[in-house]
């Protein structure tokens, strides 16, 4: 077999058994003409559910270069969460386009799924579940379920409404297929499922899902009627994009939802320029500091080798501290109530790493200037890791409370902070133990 065969063999083979996410991952790397080819290569089911793993940007590009008829059938057989994902993120002139090819059903849908908030449970939840009724029988409630099963996200658990669609009850399959024939699903319901309205925060949603285990969580309108569920997938989801959120805001970069890789690099500039522009001016009072205390400075030159040391040590025990606390604040391990308390603790760890640290640094204090500069030194690293902890572990906790994102209590923010505090500390310090 040529060199040139076995190669189109070997992509065959892969194409033909290959996980979704893997043959999207592949897709993802190909020119679009290439994976546009092979996307439209494959059966129909399988197009559908590749394209639903490829990122959004390349979802986007590839709706731009398919044929009207052959998107709407991707769009048709996608789940319904990932096709209003899609369809959001198309331009306006695209999305009517896109309405026009599919059917009623699919379009209604869209519709109604996209109207809901940003970061909100309706923004993520699906209309693909089952439901039964109280009337049913296991055996009723099994065969519904197996005609329904392949246009449904889930069915390990289905849900019991009345007859104006109200959510009164929840059944797992594993229930329906250990009752007897003849029982009925009312006899074997939850009757009161966990539930979340339209408007809840999708991190709640998250939470919740992980905090009781459930494979899904049922969305309720104002009336109590069912409009929808969010399954473990989407909420794991949910949390790896409030993760990186997180991680992008401590790092005082605006969020961004591409990848990095995806990323332009006018993108990546505009994301990182704001804070690093501003973080400038805060830095200014640092050297406005230093320049108050010029003739401390000039006294005695052996403090300036210890200036970094010192403002860098409160900056780290503040950036530790507010990572902490941004962290549990996002999971829930701790709240505004908890405030006092956790301060306090924080107070006595932040005395104790100050003194331990104080104790490291004053031998080379003394090597350095004698006793006095090693006093000045100690003390300060004493207060400024102090300081600084305080600072790291309150500036989230405030930030809650003006019901802003904790996570923007930044590693680089805390360490400005502190900068300035240590700067100021060091040399009031120096000045009032060794004199001008």
Known sequence: ???????????R????????????????????????????????????????YLSLD????????????????????????????????????????LLRDLAQEEREDIRRLSTYAEETAGAIMTSDYATLATSMSAH????VLRREAPEKETIYRSYVLDADRRLIGSVRLVELILAGTDTLIAEIMDPDPMAVTLDTDQEEVARLIARYDLTALPVIDE?????????????????????????????????????????????????RIFWLALLVFGNLFSGAG??????????YVALVFFLPLLIDSGGNAGSQAATLMVRALATGDAALKDWRDLILRELTIATALGATMALIVSPIGLLRGGSDIALVVS????????????????????????????????????TTISDVVGVLIYFSLATSILGP
């Open 223 to 271: 009336h109590g009627r069912l409009v929808g569920i969010i399954t473990r997938d989407d909420a794991e989801d949910v949390m790896q994009r409030e993760t990186t959120e997180d991680f992008q805001k401590i790092a005082t970069v605006i969020p961004f939802s591409q990848s990095i890789r995806e990323a332009g690099k006018s993108v990546l500039y505009k994301k």
């Open 58 to 97: 390349v979802q986007a590009a590839l709706a731009r270069r398919l044929g009207r008829r052959e998107l709407a059938e991707i769009v048709t057989r996608m789940e319904a969460d990932d096709r209003v994902d899609l369809f959001n993120h198309l331009k306006p002139e695209e999305q009517q386009r």
């Open 379 to 414: 003390l300060t690293m004493m207060l400024v890791v102090i300081v600084g902890s305080l600072v790291g572990m309150s500036l989230p906790f405030l930030l809650s409370r003006l019901r802003l994102d904790p996570a923007t209590a930044s590693a680089p923010l805390i």
């Open 1 to 11: 077999m040529p060199p040139e065969d076995a190669s189109n063999e070997t992509i």
């Open 13 to 52: 083979h892969f194409v033909q058994t290959a996980h979704a996410v893997d043959l999207a991952a592949w897709l993802a790397e190909l020119p679009q003409d290439l994976a546009q080819e092979q996307i439209l290569a494959l059966a129909q089911p399988r197009q559908a559910e590749t394209f639903s």
């Open 290 to 299: 230093i320049a108050f205390f010029e003739e401390t400075i000039l006294a």
């Open 140 to 143: 009723e409630a099994i065969e």
